[in-house]
């Protein structure tokens, strides 16, 4: 990920809005969750409403929806000129339940710059090079998110027939697969030595059994290496995702709403429909803890990984807000014990806590890189005192109120850009679908008490529902670095 679709998700993981998947779902009785309506202010297909204005997401959003399923959320700023065109597929690691087909999510954000037989990959370079456009993609546990970032109402058109093209008529081929497989490859081989990747990867590993959280974007290498062999899956990948009932686009900037509804109906109205009922399996409960050690890269530093499985993300529901606040109050780099670790004692070099919002329940994680391999079961008692801490002691009323303050802070200061606010409502849309989540989450943080902070805590913080994950310089019996 790179850019400011980049800049806004790790924003938006610091403000707890989080990156890796989108709220909605159910538990069914078989075992398996099934993928909530996109959801959000429109009704049925070609209806249109306005999504509510005020709150710290001020502006007014029209949403209408296709007959097809397609989702179109309009956001017209005053500022001039520029114009953020995001399309963003609900399609990521949730989506890869299949044994051995991990990482197709990231290895389609790769082909959907290969272009069509309308408009090749040259030709899409030209056009956007004569735009001045910026264009990204990223992809996350639950959703690989698109943009085109220009200037010029009279672009628009333009913009909207080429972004529909290359959406509705993208045919990947066998030399195509071969070819960006040994890519993504690479791309692997290329972060197979960070430390920090390794650890995070054993610990997803370690701590989910059944969900597809289970592995990242990336997928295993294994997966990759397969990835020539795939072809038809592909295609069947591509038909499930890759459909209007399964996206949502977003337009922001400065545009006529009432002319960019014109163009889309026009240029995406005859993507054809999905229907595919995703069937995400759910993971059982945890009933002990779980531990893994690997071997680090020779020279690296110790590290370790806490993982605790917590609630998928909410606009309604207190506790996945309560363990965000929590999780900067005992911490980040304010807090106490960041300053004894990292400051004063010098024992680790970091320490951090993320639990990125997800639409199925994932990890609370706690991780610290440490000095001295030796001192990996001091910080490891540190870290789980400081949760019995929590459970036992209501968190100073200013302190919270401070945290709250910030986060309300960065959020405005990313909503005075065109780009910024498109950016942070696509991360919302990925999640519920409606623009309202915006406003709702930060009324709902806004209304966390420090006894909702200690609840969450207590429910969550078992040793039973933990995982732990040490790296250190001496590989593990019978492992290898």
């Known amino acids: 990920m ?31 969750t099934t993928a909530a309506p996109q959801g959000g202010a429109a009704g049925a297909g070609g209806t249109t409403t306005a999504a509510p204005q005020g709150g710290i997401f001020p502006f007014a959003v029209k949403v209408e929806t296709l007959e097809n399923g397609l989702k179109v959320v309009s956001l017209p700023l005053s500022n001039p000129n520029i114009i953020s065109y995001y399309t963003i597929v609900r399609s990521g690691s949730r ?24 408009v090749p990959r040259a030709a899409y370079g030209d056009f956007l090079a004569r735009l001045g456009a910026g264009t990204n993609s990223a992809t996350t546990d639950d959703f690989t998110c698109y943009s085109v970032v220009f200037a ?47 650890l995070i990867e054993t610990l997803r590993d370690t701590a989910f059994e059944r969900h597809p959280y289970k592995h990242t974007t990336l997928g295993s290498l294994k997966d990759i290496q397969e990835l020539p062999n795939q072809y038809e899956y592909s295609l069947l990948y591509k038909k499930r995702f890759f459909a209007p009932d399964n996206t949502i686009l977003l337009v922001a900037g400065d545009f006529d709403p009432a002319q960019l509804a014109a163009f889309v109906r026009k240029y995406y109205g005859a ?29 690296a530093p110790a590290r370790i990984a806490v993982g605790f499985h917590g609630p998928a993300f909410s606009d309604t529901a207190a506790d996945k807000a309560a363990l965000d606040l929590l999780a900067e109050l005992s911490f980040a780099s304010a807090s106490p014990l960041y300053q004894k670790l990292v400051n004063k004692d010098r024992t680790c070099r970091s320490l951090t806590a993320d639990f990125p919002d997800t639409r199925d329940p994932s990890l609370f994680v706690i991780s610290a890189v440490v000095n001295n391999e030796g001192d990996l079961p001091t910080v490891e008692a540190e870290i789980l005192k400081e949760l019995e801490r929590v459970k036992a002691e209501p968190a100073p009323a200013a302190r919270l109120a401070d945290v709250k303050s910030r986060r309300k802070y960065a959020l405005a200061r990313a909503l005075e850009t065109t780009d910024g606010a498109a950016a942070t409502l696509a991360f919302y849309l990925n999640l519920t679908g409606d623009p309202g989540t915006v406003n709702r989450i930060f009324n709902l943080r806004d209304r966390v008490s420090p006894r909702d902070i200690q609840d969450a805590a207590r429910k969550y913080f078992k040793p039973s529902n933990s995982a732990t994950v040490t790296l250190t310089g001496e590989a593990a019996k019978g492992e290898t670095p």
């Open 2 to 32: 790179t850019g400011i679709i980049a800049r806004t998700l790790v924003l938006c993981l610091c403000l707890g809005l989080g990156l890796a998947a989108p709220r909605g779902g159910a538990a069914g009785a078989a075992g398996t």
């Open 95 to 118: 989506n890869e339940i299949e044994p051995g087909k991990s990482g197709f999510a990231h290895f389609f954000e790769h082909m959907m710059s290969k272009g069509t037989k309308q």
């Open 152 to 198: 010029g109402r009279d672009s628009l058109e333009n913009v909207v027939r080429t972004e529909a093209d290359r959406f509705i008529n993208l045919a990947p081929s066998e030399d195509m697969l071969r070819t960006e497989a040994a890519v993504i490859e690479s791309e692997y081989y290329a972060g197979a030595s960070d430390p920090a990747r390794r």
């Open 271 to 299: 993507w054809k429909i999905s229907n595919y009922d995703l069937q995400t399996p759910v993971e059982p409960p945890q009933e002990k803890a779980r531990r893994a050690r690997i071997a680090g890269p020779a020279g």
